[in-house]
């Protein structure tokens, strides 16, 4: 009886373990999904997903005691056409969806937002489109949501991540969302990584308070059209290894709170309207390099901090400037010529050449398609449009606005 015994033990050891059994719900939804999915990858998971033992199909993953099916990757299967959403709606007990490097298209099913379990969606990397919706609210469970490279547009909806707080990676790049960054961002208090890089989003970036998320370490807004300066709150993320704002409408100076990121590795601030001089405090910054465009380091390109292209950071000295796609940013009595010229700010400035922007007191501005504001200028050529007051304008098609007096011409 010892001896029966202990072959058994042996044997317990030896002998692989026995699958999950596949839940019955879990095995009808499945079979579904494979009836409703198209592209040439379809065939495939029609011919692999056979027989009752739904576990150990391709892509799929169970619970080792219940058998039901909590992941479905079918991650670069060459599957197209809609995302079969009442089949999916079918597998409650989902935690993990992974779609992504497909053809889906259209828009999301409504039924993918009754998987309230669902705690990581990846549909990147397909042709999926339309708006998102407010039901998106409703998956509050989600830890991922990756939605990047797909053709969604408007806005991101303000309602949707209030409810959202155990997301800790948001990744929506390369789509088409448009308007401002949504305040409910704030409150996103687990997140770690914010990834909304080419889009068309507009408006303050101050709008979202990122004081409200301490666990962030990445943030790359990129290639968007925010304006504004950097929101003092990025100052309170102090696990920040990565900031990329580059290739926005970003204004005023580079604050000194950026030497207190203590982890911060790779900064870019390239291709915005920021001024000034790079802090002293960022040399406390020991992990960033120095080499600029590459990461880790420190980008700054194409900002008037340095003179690249035409671009002159001024003093209080009269200064004279020649050329073409110039920008003043401050200063007094400066004589600029040229063509495509853009005085920021200053006072009693000469102006001649052509498709300048003028803003100030006292400039002369002469010859055509200038775009001048403020008080005092005495303006004169054609096709200028002035508004402001006590402007003196000679010349003829202009568009005169405010209290200005025409001198001559019309």
């Not at 197209?80 to 779609?99: K, Q, V």
């Not at 035409?310 to 009269?318: A, D, E, M």
Request: aromatic residues 4%.
């Amino acid at each position: 009886m010892a001896k029966s015994w202990l072959l058994l033990f042996c044997l317990a050891f030896l002998l692989p373990a026995a699958s999950a059994t596949c839940h019955p719900d879990d095995l009808r939804a499945l079979r579904g999904l494979a009836r409703n999915l198209r592209g040439g990858g379809a065939a495939h998971l029609h011919s692999v997903w056979s027989g009752a033992s739904c576990c150990d199909w391709e892509g799929v993953g169970c619970h080792g005691a219940s058998g039901r099916v909590t992941a479905l990757r079918l991650h670069g299967h060459g599957l197209a056409g809609p995302i079969p959403g009442a089949s999916l709606a079918g597998l409650i007990r989902l935690e993990e969806l992974f779609l992504g490097s497909n053809s889906f298209a259209g828009t999301l099913p409504d039924e993918l937002f009754s998987l309230a379990g669902l705690r990581r969606l990846s549909l990147a990397s397909n042709n999926l489109a339309g708006q998102l919706s407010s039901r998106l609210s409703d998956l509050i469970n989600l830890t991922l949501l990756d939605l990047s490279i797909n053709h969604f547009s408007g806005h991101l909806p303000d309602n949707v991540f209030r409810d959202l707080m155990s997301l800790e990676h948001l990744v929506a790049h390369s789509n088409g969302f448009s308007g401002s960054l949504p305040p409910s961002l704030s409150s996103l208090s687990s997140l770690r990584e914010l990834n909304l890089r080419n889009n068309s989003l507009s408006g303050p970036i101050s709008h979202v308070n990122f004081s409200g998320m301490p666990l962030l370490a990445s943030v790359d807004l990129s290639t968007n059209y925010l304006n504004g300066l950097l929101p003092v709150s990025l100052a309170d993320c102090g696990e920040l290894r990565s900031l990329s704002l580059a290739n926005n409408r970003l204004v005023g100076t580079i604050p000194s709170w950026i030497g207190e990121l203590d982890h911060l590795h790779y900064l870019d601030l390239s291709n915005n309207s920021m001024i000034g001089k790079v802090p002293k405090s960022s040399t406390r910054l020991k992990g960033l390099a120095t080499v600029v465009g590459h990461s880790p380091g420190m980008a700054f390109t194409n900002m008037p901090l340095y003179e690249k292209r035409n671009r002159r950071i001024l003093g209080q000295q009269p200064n004279v400037i020649s050329g073409s796609r110039n920008t003043i940013r401050s200063g007094t009595n400066n004589v600029l010529s040229g063509n495509d010229n853009t005085v920021i700010s200053g006072n009693d400035n000469v102006v001649t050449g052509s498709n300048n922007v003028v803003s100030g007191s006292g400039n002369v501005v002469t010859e055509r398609n200038h775009v001048v504001s403020g008080s005092d200028n005495v303006v004169s050529g054609r096709n200028n449009v002035v508004n402001g007051s006590n402007n003196v304008v000679s010349g003829r098609n202009h568009v005169v606005s405010g209290n200005n007096k025409v001198v001559t011409g019309g």
